[in-house]
């Protein structure tokens, strides 16, 4: 059974930082572009970034570039997400999933999320 559990979410005054991990089991990663993806209330779920099976290529949104950075661990099964300089405007509720390629969609359901609240 595929899961996808995301962690380490919390409250954080702007200017602080906080890791998410993303624990995946019932596949193999290594087969598996990632991405995190994030909703903030009231607004469709955006991707955040992304990284290839093998963490060589990473790819971010525009609104994170800079202060956020994507990385994997495929023998643990787990994709983080570094997020420093945070902005009130980064609260949502981050969620990661797989993807067959950096341009496809993701793909399997998707998993509770993690709450991320920057305060200012």
Do not use: H
Request: glycine content about 12%; proline content about 3%.
């Amino acid at each position: 059974q595929v899961q996808l559990v995301e962690s380490g979410g919390g409250l954080v005054q702007a200017g602080g930082s906080l890791r998410l991990s993303c624990a995946a089991s019932g596949f193999t990663l290594y087969t598996y572009v990632m991405s995190w993806y994030r909703q903030a209330p009231g607004k469709e779920r955006e991707l955040v970034a992304t990284i290839t099976n093998n963490g060589g290529s990473v790819i971010y949104a525009d609104s994170v570039k800079g202060r956020f950075t994507i990385s994997r661990d495929n023998v643990k099964n787990t994709v983080y997400l570094q997020m420093d300089s945070l902005k009130p405007e980064d609260t949502a509720v981050y969620y990661c999933n797989r993807r067959r390629s950096i341009w496809g969609p993701p793909v399997g359901s998707w998993g509770q999320g993690t709450q991320v609240t920057v305060s200012s």
